[in-house]
């Protein structure tokens, strides 16, 4: 069993920046993959940005590449989402997720999942 527990969400203004974190406990392998998915009213749990726990080469969706970054410390176990140049679309809930085995963008195939934070953009 995995734990997850996201925290650092809030209120920004545009061109602003939001630091998330995501605390992990339990049976976490360096086969396992982090993922950072979001959610907001209008549309359905999107892909966000995902690693290997053991590090590696991170891969990120289009609409956040060159403006968010994800890290993890390993010997913390905690995942880490740095959001530079926010913009009101980013506004969501944001879930940070662990599967087994190589990430994904699918949410239906990560298992475990934390409660999610609020991230709200304002223009």
């Known amino acids: 069993q995995v734990q997850l527990v996201e925290s650092g969400g809030g209120l920004v203004q545009a061109g602003g920046s939001v630091n998330l974190s995501c605390a992990a406990s339990g049976r976490i392998f360096s086969h396992h993959a982090m993922a950072w998915f979001r959610q907001s009213a209008e549309s359905e749990r999107q892909f966000v940005a995902a690693i290997s726990w053991s590090g590696g080469t991170p891969y990120y969706a289009d609409s956040v590449k060159s403006r968010f970054t994800i890290s993890r410390d390993h010997g913390e176990n905690m995942l880490y989402l740095q959001m530079n140049d926010l913009k009101p679309e980013d506004t969501a809930v944001y879930y940070c997720?662990?599967?087994?085995?190589?990430?994904?963008?699918?949410?239906?195939?990560?298992?475990?999942w934390g409660q999610g934070t609020q991230v709200t953009v304002s223009s």
């Open positions: 997720a662990v599967k087994k085995d190589y990430y994904n963008e699918k949410f239906y195939d990560y298992p475990y």
